[in-house]
């Protein structure tokens, strides 16, 4: 079985991953220097680094690794502890390198207007494969988003029953009216999208939150909802509010372990840090719909 067509099927999948590769030696082991193994996000091993319980250390660790999505070093010293001590080994000890493997990102565009433009354009130089669904054919076409994976042209109902999101997903929402802005978020709460932000102004996200959960939506499902959608950089043009969600989608990607100057509404209201009327009173960058 070869490794690499195997990481690369899991990206391809939408699954996560971790590689295991046996990087210093010192001493004899039961294996060789750059011995691979794959360990899958369902449990499943692809190739060895030896066998024994380094290597049950090792897919323990890789699951660690997938879900903390950083690489880390193990150091195995076989002639000290005797659980490695399995009529297998010689003696020896080696260093282990375990890497996570990622999905490409994949962000769901709803709306094709001014700010979906230059979205996509701004997430695909940053890595992020696109999808980008409008209800109008005139601007959700290939000629007009040729950077983007797929482009559908569609009602926003009928495109959503069609999409099947993991977690590799990534969801910003800016059609050109409230109206289809509910529904993409009600839809989009419900999925297991790592990300959700929706354009609008703190009034407009107080609004449509009150909306959907007086429909019986849980408060909880709005907890990863970032709307205003972006960071706060002072941005009001379209190219400046893409530049803000695309810095913003990084953050997520990257894991970004330090605030970050969010702009949502939803968090700051879990956090408890403004009310109702204090927000509903200030304006806020991004705040445009994307209408057209």
Known sequence: MDIYEEIVKLQRAGHKGAVATIVNVRG????FKSAKMLVRDDGTIAGTIGGG???AEVWQAAREVMENEKPRTLTFDLNQDPKYDTGLVCGGTLDIFVEPILPSPLLYI???GHV???????AGHAGFDIVVTDDRDAYANRERFPEAREVIAEDFDKAMSALTLNESAYIVIVTRGHRDDMRVLRWAVQTQA???GMVGSRRKAITVFRELTKEGLKPELFERVHSPVGLDIGAITPEEIAIAIVAELIGIRRNVERPLPHMSWFHRYKSGVADD???ESKPCCGAIDDSD
């Open 53 to 55: 319980c380094v290597e």
């Open 116 to 122: 979906g433009f230059e979205l996509s354009k701004a």
């Open 194 to 196: 790592r990300y959700i």
């Open 28 to 31: 004899s082991i039961p294996s």
């Open 110 to 112: 709803f709306g094709a």
């Open 277 to 279: 009327a204090a927000i």
